[in-house]
């Protein structure tokens, strides 16, 4: 089976621009969670989805948003960005049969690294 | 005080030393993750475990809820297992909350 993939693998925008990164799960996994890994603070966690569904939401403004499609790939949307956005975003898959992500196997993709300037 | 600890922050070791990396979480879980993530980023799901313990070649998870503490160990260590090692635990709210990370160095 092929892995999770992430497009773009890089980016490079400035402040006050939007940008929409994208996942691709592992086929047949339903759920998928996106996190943001800085230096400063490490890996946290932005949300989840769910059969398009958003189940949990992490403790971000909301410039940052997303959407999960029917075929379970997931676009994340981070609107306004500002210097304090430039990290490497994951995002991971999981089958979701234990009804959580959070208590699923998560197989992560490579990331996307933004950069803003 | 961060919900979840990790300790030591970095590790340097032998290779062929025995190796123990410990997580400290504060909060309620549904299950807890080790991760593995080498220099460029990729990540890598080694453990999921709610009790007990679980044993993937020479790396050994354990968990104890009621002290609310987890263990990873290295049996044998290698220098191709020199990574940051991140513990997660898992909420009851489908959230992921996250160890700082221990950065491991296994030298020749």
């Known amino acids: 089976k092929a892995g999770v993939t992430q497009t773009p693998r890089y980016l490079i925008k400035t402040r006050g621009q939007q940008v929409t990164l994208s996942c691709s799960p592992i086929?047949?996994?339903?759920?998928v969670s996106w996190y943001q890994q800085t230096p400063g603070q490490g890996l946290q966690f932005l949300f989840e989805?769910?059969?398009?569904?958003?189940?949990n939401k992490g403790n971000f403004p909301g410039r940052f948003s997303g959407r999960q499609f029917s075929n379970s790939r997931s676009e994340m949307n981070v609107s306004t960005l500002e210097l304090g956005d430039s990290a490497l975003y994951l995002c991971?898959?999981?089958?979701?049969?234990?009804?959580?992500?959070?208590?699923?196997?998560?197989?992560f993709g490579p990331g996307t690294r933004l950069t803003v300037l | 005080k961060n919900e979840v600890e990790q300790s030591p922050q970095n590790l340097t070791a032998q290779e062929g030393e025995f190796i123990t990396i410990n997580c400290s979480y504060s909060?309620?879980?549904?299950?807890l993750h080790w991760l593995q993530q080498h220099p460029g980023g990729g990540i890598v799901s080694l453990f999921m475990?709610?009790?007990g313990k679980k044993k993937h070649g020479r790396l050994i998870a354990t968990i104890n809820i009621q002290e609310k503490h987890s263990s990873l160990h290295i049996t044998a260590s290698h220098p191709r297992d020199s990574a940051v090692y991140i513990c997660?635990?898992?909420?009851?709210?489908?959230?992921?909350?996250f160890g700082a990370g221990t950065r491991l160095t296994v030298k020749p």
């Open positions: 991971a898959s999981s089958g979701g049969t234990s009804g959580r992500g959070s208590t699923d196997t998560q197989y």
């Open positions: 086929s047949g996994h339903r759920s």
């Open positions: 989805y769910f059969s398009e569904t958003q189940r």
């Open positions: 909060v309620g879980i549904s299950a």
């Open positions: 475990l709610s009790s």
């Open positions: 997660a635990v898992g909420g009851n709210n489908n959230d992921m909350r």
